[in-house]
């Protein structure tokens, strides 16, 4: 018998927020039904100000801003239901990741903080909410991130092969599925978020589509060189990252070294090859094996990026997960959806071979409807 779940997530692009109605049985987890919500453009410049310059965020801020993304997932989920048909009483429960505004696992006080009250989002549709997902891990030693390689291993492993699913999201992480059952995780890097943020700055654009942008000028090596030299690239497993660590004005901060100014659309380049090579680089570090790649997220539609990864791992079979049956666009949704049923479950929802935790936990606090 299966049950019904939604998933919310507004990633670090903050483009939009994914909604995913899946049933959940002894035969994996089934998308039935999928909703992109855009945030309006108030609440949208307020969360791009708190996590851009978070030194001129107070408590006000900060609360209004979780009330309304709250009001936002809530909404999302009342036009999710409303396509679907499906009514609120016949949903077990929703997960919601929320949106990160600040993530900061290698303190002395480790935390991580999304907003999105989910109070809000269980007053508004009726259905138990869970939310909350990584603070648990953290408090066991973990990195809190990233979750959903145990979701990936659940609906995506094989016996008889080397997979790896790749999200490119604003951050891009990545989880090595071996034949054995085996299981690895991290976050390589940027995916999308420098050049999403490069592309508003010069373009006025949200993002760069089909890395066109990217494709229209070369790269410029001295720049990406001095970009790879981020310490991060070499920090040893547990390890995740988030825009605190990558954003623009660490970018900015590159570009006023060089010796000479580099053109705009040479730095989209950079970008969209910083992305490619540290992904190539962590992939064949981890498992030198040849396998299947398959990819997630916004970035999974950025032909420019697929072109520049197909270069660097020749040996992989690149392809989106729809193969494996589940959208490119809807992966990180459906895995907040699969960890509220664990959680209703009471089963863990972490790897601790993938957080650095000391032990597999329960993640996720239930708020009722």
């Given at each position: 018998m299966s049950e019904r779940y939604i998933g919310l997530l507004s990633g670090t692009s903050m483009d939009a927020i994914d909604a995913v109605l899946v049933r959940i049985?002894?035969?994996?987890?089934?998308?039935?039904?999928?909703r992109s919500h855009p945030i309006a453009p108030e609440t949208l410049s307020g969360m791009r100000r708190?996590?851009?310059?978070?030194?001129?965020?107070?408590?006000?801020?900060?609360?209004?801003?979780?009330?309304?993304?709250?009001?936002?997932?809530?909404?999302?989920?009342?036009?999710?239901?409303?396509?679907?048909?499906?009514?609120?009483?016949?949903?077990?429960?929703?997960?919601?990741?929320?949106?990160?505004?600040?993530?900061?696992?290698?303190?002395?006080?480790?935390?991580?903080m999304q907003i999105g009250d989910p109070n809000v989002i269980a007053a508004m549709s009726g259905i138990a909410t869970v939310a909350d997902?990584?603070?648990?891990?953290?408090?066991?030693?973990?990195?809190?991130?990233?979750?959903?390689?145990?979701f990936h291993k659940a609906v995506f492993g094989?016996?008889?092969?080397?997979?790896?699913?790749?999200?490119?999201?604003?951050?891009?992480?990545?989880?090595?599925?071996?034949?054995?059952?085996?299981?690895?995780?991290?976050?390589?890097?940027?995916?999308n978020t420098l050049m999403d943020a490069w592309t508003?700055?010069?373009?006025?654009?949200?993002?760069d589509e089909h890395g066109s942008w990217a494709a229209s000028a070369p790269l410029n090596d001295g720049l990406l060189q001095e970009l790879l030299s981020h310490e991060y690239f070499d920090r040893p497993l547990p390890k995740s990252?988030?825009?605190?660590?990558?954003?623009?004005?660490w970018l900015q901060g590159i570009l006023d070294g060089l010796a000479k100014?580099?053109?705009?659309?040479?730095?989209?380049?950079?970008?969209?090859?910083l992305t490619a090579i540290s992904v190539a680089n962590s992939l064949t570090a981890a498992c030198p094996a040849s396998g299947r790649l398959f990819l997630c997220g916004g970035g999974a539609h950025n032909q420019a990026l697929v072109q520049r990864l197909g270069a660097h791992l020749e040996t992989w079979r690149i392809e989106p997960t729809d193969a494996l049956g589940i959208g490119a666009d809807w992966v990180e949704a459906a895995a907040f959806a699969w960890?509220?049923?664990?959680?209703?479950?009471?089963?863990?929802?972490?790897?601790?071979?993938?957080?650095?935790?000391?032990?597999?936990?329960?993640?996720?606090?239930?708020?009722?409807?």
């Open positions: 049985g002894e035969d994996g987890c089934t998308v039935d039904a999928t708190l996590v851009e310059h978070p030194e001129d965020a107070g408590l006000e801020i900060l609360g209004e801003l979780d009330v309304a993304l709250g009001r936002e997932f809530g909404a999302a989920v009342l036009e999710l239901l409303g396509d679907s048909g499906i009514a609120a009483e016949d949903v077990r429960a929703i997960g919601s990741h929320g949106q990160t505004v600040m993530h900061s696992p290698r303190l002395d006080n480790p935390f991580t997902f990584r603070r648990k891990d953290l408090a066991l030693g973990g990195q809190g991130a990233p979750l959903v390689p145990a094989s016996p008889d092969e080397h997979r790896a699913v790749l999200n490119l999201g604003g951050i891009a992480n990545l989880t090595l599925l071996q034949p054995d059952g085996g299981i690895a995780g991290f976050d390589t890097g940027p995916g508003r700055r010069h373009q006025g654009l949200p993002y990252t988030g825009i605190e660590e990558f954003n623009l004005l100014p580099v053109a705009p659309e040479s730095v989209q380049a950079t970008l969209c090859e960890l509220a049923h664990r959680r209703l479950e009471g089963l863990p929802g972490n790897v601790p071979a993938v957080t650095g935790a000391s032990r597999e936990t329960v993640l996720g606090a239930i708020y009722p409807a």
